[in-house]
C-alpha cells in the first residue's frame, strides 16, 4: 500500500479525542508529505510589514525545500519571490536580512530590479531575452503589518483570512509598529507536537510559572469552547466592544484560523513578571481602553500571536525536519517607543524568552517518549485539551481532504 492510502486509512480509522500514531510525529516520509500537502500549498505567515518597512529592504526566510526573499519594491508593494538566480540557481539573497537598490546574485552578479525582473546580465549574447528570465513569485498578502506568501502555483482564496482577522489587529496599528526584539529557536521535535503543547495550558501551573503571574489557565480561554458561558470573559468582550476593539470569538468554519480577545488574569496588562506594562509607549494611538487583555490570533499552520495594550508577540512555526522546528519569536512596539527610555529588552521579552525555553523541553520531553516502541496514542483531557483536539481534527481533516482530491485528480488523468 502507498502512503498515501495508508496516512488517508489512518486518519480516516483514528480514535476520535486521542493523540495521532506515532508515525505522525516521527518518521520523515509522513514529514515529507505533510510539507507537500499543507505547507507547500497553503498561506502561510511569514513575517511582518514593519520588518521592512523602506524599498529595498528584505529578508529570507527557508520553507522546506524552497527559500524565499521578500522585499518592498519602489513602489511601497511588499513582494515575495523564490530566492533562486535564473542563470545557475544560486541564492540570489544569502542573508537573513537586508537592504539592497536590486537584488544582485553573488555567483555572477546577475541583478535584478526589486519587482523580479532581470535587469542585468553580462555577455549573455545578443539573443538573450531578460524579460524571461525575472524571478520566479511568490504569493503574497499583506494585512494589517502580517505578511503571508503561499508556494502553490494555484493559492487558495485569501479573502477569508483578511476579512476574519483584519478588523481584530487592524487598531494596533501593527503596519506601522517597529521591531524590539526576535529570536528563533530550534525545537526537536515534530511541528505538530509544537503546536500540541501550545494548544492548551492543562501544563501551564506545573511547567510555566512566569507566564502564569498574568496568563488564565483557564480552558475558556486557552481552548475552543466555552468562552461565551464565561462571564468574565463575557464582560471583557462587552466593554472591549464598546470601546471599538472587535473582540469576540470567531473562527472559520474550516477550523484553521480564529480570533478573539481575552481577559488577562484580573489587574495585569501585559506580560510582566508583575503585570504592568513593559513598554511606556503603548502599542497604538487607537487604542484608548485600557485592560484589554490579550488579542489571540491562531492561523494553522504558521502562527499564534498576541496583541497587548503596550506590545504585540508573534510566533512562527516552521519545520525543519520530521524532528525539528523553529519557533521565531517577533516583540513589536509603537514606532516612536525609544529603547532604554520606554522600554527595556529583557524586561520585554523575559517572560516569553522563559516560556519559550520551557516549552522547547516540553516538546523535546515529549518527542523522545513517542520514539518508544512502547508509544500508543493517549486520550486527551475533554476539559483541558479542547484547542488541541480541535488542531489534530483540523489537521486530520484537511490531510483527508487534501489526499482524496488529489488521488481522484489523478486517477481522473489516469
Known sequence: MDLQSTVLRQLKNRREGYSLEQPF????????????????????????????PKAGNYFTVQIGDYPVVVVRGKDGVIRAFHNTCRH?????????????????CPYHQWTYDLDGSLVFARQMGEDFDKSKHGMKPVACESVAGYIFVCLSEEPMDFAPVRATIEPYIKPHRLAEAKVAAKTTIIEKGNWKLVWENNRECYHCAGNHPELCRTYPEAPTATGVQ????????????????????????????????RVARMPLIQGAESYTMDGKPAVKRLLSDDVNAREI??????????????????????????????????VTTTWLVHKDAVEG??????????????????????????AFGIRSPAYEPGPYSAEHEGGVMQFVEWYANFMINRLQGDKARLSAVA
Request: charged content about 25%.
Open 226 to 257: 466555552g468562552a461565551k458561558d464565561d462571564p468574565f470573559i463575557a464582560e471583557h468582550w462587552a466593554r472591549c466592544e464598546a470601546a471599538g476593539l472587535p473582540s469576540e470569538f470567531t473562527m472559520d468554519p474550516s477550523g484553521q484560523f
Open 88 to 104: 545557475r540557481g544560486h541564492r540570489v539573497c544569502t542573508q537573513e536580512k537586508g537592504a539592497s537598490a536590486k537584488l544582485v
Open 293 to 326: 487583555g490579550t488579542m489571540l490570533l491562531f492561523h494553522y499552520p504558521t502562527t499564534w500571536n498576541h496583541m497587548l495594550i503596550d506590545h504585540a508577540i508573534s510566533f512562527r512555526v516552521l519545520p525543519i525536519s520530521a524532528e525539528e522546528t523553529a
Open 25 to 52: 510525529y516521527i518518521d520523515q516520509d509522513y514529514f515529507k508529505l505533510d510539507m507537500e500537502t499543507i505547507w507547500y500549498r497553503d498561506w502561510l505567515f511569514i513575517g511582518h510589514d514593519c520588518e521592512i
Open 341 to 366: 527610555v520606554d522600554y527595556n529588552v529583557d524586561d520585554l521579552t523575559h517572560v516569553w524568552n522563559m516560556t519559550n525555553d520551557q516549552d522547547r523541553a516540553i516538546v523535546e520531553e515529549n
